[in-house]
């Protein structure tokens, strides 16, 4: 269960979850025709080994992400997210944007994979713990980021704002933000600070990329919870991590306050990208219809 200041690596907790959307992607990867391809996805899953290694080499058929029901869905979730975001950066740069902020960097590997312009600031926010893997792994492994690369060790429930001017961030110029896979692992009200926060420090001209789930019914939602409790695989111990709730929806919340927002519904981008869902299992199809992608730029 969460706590208010808890802490985790990349294996444990909150952080294990890094892991378990780059493996996805890593597994994205290996098809004939990925949706997108990040990879470095794979050296993250081979530095940590075991379990995150067999599942690439196909010797781990019992792992989530393998399963039929959920495992193939949340594989092309990540995908499509994938893509979706990086079209928002190509974006955001196009626009001469030049101030990037990951937050929740998790194992995002823009900085190191993406083309950005010269003069181009990353800043990557997450916790210790979790920078030190990527940094260390991708060090090891001879990545070198392709614009300058600032990190931020911090708990996204603190004050990241102050942490992020203390790094040099320039509020009057123009950033461009994401929050991919994070709002679900935080309280409302640190949503509403994420929320608070991103508005006071983008100036005009400023975009913003945010992945966000619907919460679910209450009832069921604690169903899941005390039902997880008896499945033992990173499936199971992730209803333990997550809070069912949303303080509002990012593109209602960031154009009241004078941002052009865009909301596409995951499903709707699984089509125009071909990846229509036909049959999936109850669960993976609430996940899928759950989650949408928002987009927006500062006026
Ligand atoms: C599912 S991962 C997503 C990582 C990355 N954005 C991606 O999509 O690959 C969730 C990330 O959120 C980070 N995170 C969650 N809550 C946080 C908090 N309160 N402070 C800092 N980082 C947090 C975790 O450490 C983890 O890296």
Redesign the pocket.
């Known amino acids: 269960m969460r706590t208010d200041k808890d802490t985790?690596d990349?294996t444990t907790s909150?952080?294990s979850?890094?892991l378990?959307?780059?493996a996805a992607?890593a597994l994205e990867a290996q098809k004939p025709d990925p949706l997108a391809v990040d990879p470095y996805a794979e050296v993250f899953c081979r530095a940590v080994g075991g379990p995150w290694a067999d599942l690439l080499d196909g010797t781990a058929p019992e792992h989530p992400l393998k399963s039929e029901e959920f495992g193939q869905h949340f594989v092309t979730f990540?995908a499509a997210?994938?893509r979706y975001?990086d079209a928002y950066f190509r974006r955001a740069a196009e626009a001469g944007v030049r101030q990037i902020v990951?937050?929740?960097?998790?194992?995002?590997s823009r900085a190191y994979r993406l083309d950005w312009a010269a003069g181009t600031t990353i800043f990557e926010?997450?916790?210790p713990q979790?920078l030190d893997f990527k940094r260390d792994t991708l060090a090891a492994y001879g990545a070198v980021p392709r614009a300058e690369r600032r990190e931020i060790a911090?708990?996204?429930?603190?004050d990241?704002p102050q942490a992020l001017r203390d790094s040099g961030f320039h509020q009057h110029e123009p950033s461009a933000w994401?929050?991919?896979?994070?709002l679900i692992?935080?309280p409302a009200s640190?949503q509403e600070q994420l929320f608070t926060g991103i508005d006071s420090l983008a100036g005009s001209g400023s975009h913003l990329a945010v992945?966000e789930g619907r919460p679910m019914d209450r009832d069921a939602f604690q169903a899941k919870v005390q039902e997880a409790k008896s499945v033992d695989d990173e499936r199971g111990q992730w209803w333990q991590l997550v809070y069912n709730e949303q303080h509002a929806p990012a593109a209602q919340w960031f154009s009241e306050r004078g941002w052009d927002a865009e909301a596409t519904t995951l499903l709707d981008y699984l089509q125009t990208v071909g990846r229509s869902v036909d049959s999936a299992d109850a669960e993976a199809a609430n996940m899928l219809a759950s989650i949408t992608l928002v987009s927006a730029v500062k006026g």
């Open positions: 985790w990349i909150v952080g979850t890094a378990f959307v780059a992607r990540q997210r994938t975001f990951l937050l929740a960097a998790g194992l995002d926010l997450d916790q979790v911090v708990d996204l429930r603190d990241w994401i929050a991919e896979g994070l692992y935080l640190a992945e």
